[in-house]
C-alpha cells in the first residue's frame, strides 16, 4: 500500500511563532501533495495544492504567506505556519497521489495544532 | 462547494448491511465518484471510487445509476469499526473537495 506519515503528530506553540508540519510519502514518489485543516466537528477544508519544483496553488481565501508550502522532492512537503494564533488551532492533513493511481488520495494521520 | 449530497447520519445494526446513499444531480462526464471514510481524529481512509460501472473491491461495493446522478455505497457486514464519517466526494485528475459527509453509528 501507499503510506503517507505526518511529523508532528501534535504540536503546541505558543501565539507569534511559527510552526513547520511535515508530509512524507513513505513508499512511492508523490506527483502531488495537497494540504487541508479540518476544524472540530467539520469537514476537511482543502488550504492547497502543491506540485514537486513548483509554487503552491492556495484556495480562496487562504494566505499564502502565512501558510508556507514547500514541496522540495518527490516525497516531501512541509507546511509552515507562520505567527501562529490561537484561531490557526486545527487538525491539519497532508494527502498525496501518485501517476498511477487514478487520482487516489492517499491521506496522511494528521497532525494537531494548539497555540495559547 | 461540494456537489454530492448524502445524509448527516446513519444508523446501522452490527452484522447487517449498510447502504449509504448519495446525491450528485450535476456530475460531468469526466468525474468519478470517490468514497472516503474518517474515524474519529484520524486521516481519510479512502474506500472505493467508480466512474459508470459498478465497483466491489474488500471494503464495499459501489452502485452508481445509470443516468450517474446517485450512487449508493455498501458495506456488506457492517462491523463497530465501521464507526466513521463517510464522504462522497466527485473528483478528476485534480484536487478532492469534501462536503459534511455522513456520519454512520454502528450499534451492537
Known amino acids: 500500500g501507499a503510506v503517507v506519515s505526518q511529523h508532528p503528530s501534535w504540536v503546541i506553540c505558543k501565539s507569534g511563532t511559527s510552526v513547520k508540519i511535515e508530509c512524507r510519502s513513505l513508499?512511492?514518489?508523490?506527483?502531488?501533495m495537497f494540504w487541508y485543516r479540518q476544524f472540530p466537528k467539520q469537514s476537511l477544508m482543502l488550504m492547497a495544492t502543491s506540485n514537486e519544483g513548483s509554487k503552491a496553488t492556495y484556495e480562496q481565501g487562504v494566505e499564502k504567506d502565512k501558510f508556507l508550502i514547500n514541496h522540495a522532492s518527490l516525497t516531501l512537503s512541509t507546511l509552515t505556519v507562520t505567527s501562529a494564533h490561537p484561531e490557526d488551532s486545527s487538525f491539519y492533513i497532508c494527502s498525496a497521489t501518485r501517476t498511477s493511481s487514478n487520482n487516489e488520495q492517499f491521506f496522511g494521520p494528521g497532525t494537531r495544532l494548539t497555540v495559547l | 462547494d461540494a456537489k454530492t449530497t448524502q445524509p448527516p447520519s446513519m444508523d446501522c445494526a452490527e452484522g447487517r448491511a449498510a447502504n449509504l446513499p448519495c446525491n450528485h444531480s450535476t456530475i460531468s462526464g469526466n468525474e468519478y465518484v470517490y468514497w472516503y471514510r474518517q474515524i474519529h481524529s484520524q486521516g481519510p481512509q479512502y474506500i472505493i471510487h467508480?466512474?459508470?460501472n459498478n465497483e466491489t473491491n474488500e471494503m464495499a461495493s459501489l452502485i452508481i445509476t445509470e443516468d450517474r446522478k446517485s450512487s449508493t455505497l455498501i458495506l456488506p457486514h457492517a462491523t463497530l469499526r465501521d464507526t466513521a464519517v463517510y464522504y462522497c466526494?466527485?473528483?478528476?485528475?485534480?484536487?478532492?473537495?469534501f462536503g459534511a459527509g455522513t456520519r454512520l453509528a454502528v450499534h451492537p
Open positions: 467508480g466512474l459508470k
Open positions: 466526494i466527485l473528483g478528476g485528475y485534480n484536487k478532492l473537495i
Open positions: 513508499d512511492f514518489q508523490a506527483t502531488t
